[in-house]
């Protein structure tokens, strides 16, 4: 009887197989999977819009036609060497801005200049219907912590 129970283990343990996984429907799966991210994925590429710098043809890199507003450490600003107070800034933006088809401001600030200041002079700006402004480097401008 011994014998018997034995001999049952032993065929148990011989004839069992160990269990092997079919990978050829996995690949199937993978490759329509692949070709389903292929499809959806956009072709065009997204990002955002940038205005590249334009290769200067004259002599002189600023025009005419550019509005530099400069903030200076007093109470006062320079719109193109006119000084102009504070409390008038948003008026006289308006005056030069409502004639021109291109509204783009350049914002230069002095050394050591508090960059809450520009940033002050920068929502003037928005506000007066300024619709690109620009930063001229040159001076550093510290930050406000």
Same mark, same amino acid.
């Given at each position: 009887?011994? *014998? ?10 011989? @004839?069992? &197989? =160990? ?24 072709? #065009?590429?997204?990002?955002? #819009? /940038?205005?590249?710098?334009? $290769? %200067? ?5 600023? *025009? $005419? ?7 200076? $450490? *007093?109470? %006062?600003?320079?719109?193109?060497? !006119?000084?102009?107070? #504070?409390? @008038?800034? *948003? ?6 801005? =409502?004639?021109?088809?291109? #509204?783009?401001?350049?914002? &230069? =600030? !002095?050394?050591?200049? !508090?960059?809450?200041?520009? /940033? ?18 040159? @001076?550093?401008?510290?930050? !406000?912590?």
């Amino acid at each position: 009887m011994t *014998s018997g129970v034995y001999r049952n283990i032993m065929t148990i343990q011989t @004839d069992s &197989k =160990a269990a092997q996984i079919n990978v050829t429907p996995l690949i199937d799966v993978l490759l329509v999977l692949l070709i389903i991210f292929l499809v959806v994925t956009p072709t #065009k590429p997204v990002g955002l #819009k /940038a205005l590249l710098p334009q $290769e %200067s043809t004259g002599a002189s890199a600023q *025009s $005419e036609s550019t509005v530099v507003l400069q903030v200076t $450490e *007093s109470d %006062s600003y320079r719109l193109n060497q !006119e000084v102009i107070a #504070k409390d @008038d800034l *948003s008026r006289r933006l308006r005056e030069v801005f =409502a004639i021109r088809a291109q #509204k783009v401001l350049f914002v &230069k =600030a !002095e050394a050591g200049m !508090e960059f809450v200041r520009v /940033a002050r002079a920068i929502d003037i700006a928005k506000s007066s219907g300024v619709d690109q402004i620009g930063l001229l480097l040159g @001076d550093a401008v510290t930050i !406000e912590r």
